[in-house]
C-alpha cells in the first residue's frame, strides 16, 4: 500500500500564510513526539512528506478548516491506514476502532522505542512489529472494547433489602420513627460532649 509521496523538490505550498503553515507544523510535531518519533531525521520526513500531502489538497472556500486541524486530520488518516496494514484489518472497520486499539498495541510492545524508523513507513514495515502489535492486540483486546461496556450495579448483599425494610417499618410507626430519631440526636449530642471533655481535661 503507497501512502506517501516521496519528497523530492523543496517544499513551497501554494497557498496559506507562512505562519499557518509555520503553526501547522509545529502542531504535526507535537503529535508526532505523542507518539513517541523520537528520531529528528524520522520526525522531519514525516512532517514533510505529510505537510507536502494537505499542500496538495484544493481548499473547499465554503468550509474552510484551520492548516493545523488538516495537518492532523491528514496524520490521523495516515495512521489508521498504517495499523489497518499491520494488522491486517479489513479496509471497513471502524475507524476509531482501528486508531485505539493500534495505539495502544504500538505502545505496549514498545514500537516506537525498538523500531524508530518504522512509524507510519508502510514500505519498510519490519516483520516484528507486526508479530509484536498484533499479539498486543489479541492480549489485551477485551479490554479495549470500552464502547461495550455497561455500568454494572453494586453487589452490597443484603444490606439493601434490610435498609428498604427498616425504613417501611418505620414509616408505618411514625411514633417510632419519631423516637429513633431522638435517640440518634440525643446519642449524637452524647458524642460531641464525650469529645469536648476529651480536649479539655
Sequence with gaps: MDLFLDPIEPFAPTWGSPDE???????????????????HLHRAHLITVILRRVSAREQDPSSPKPLPTLVIEEANELLNQWFMQIMDLPKDTDVNFTAADGRVALFLCDGPLRWPYAFLEP?????????????SLMRSGPELQISSMVPRPIDLGLIPE???DAMDALNRMPIIKALVGWVVFLAFLTFLFWRSRQWHP
Design 123 to 135: 514500505e519498510r514495515v519490519p516483520e516484528g512489529l507486526k508479530k509484536a502489535m498484533r499479539k
Design 162 to 164: 434490610f435498609a428498604d
Design 21 to 39: 503553515w509555520n503553526s501547522a507544523y509545529e502542531k504535526l510535531e507535537s503529535y508526532l513526539r505523542a507518539h513517541e518519533v523520537d528520531s
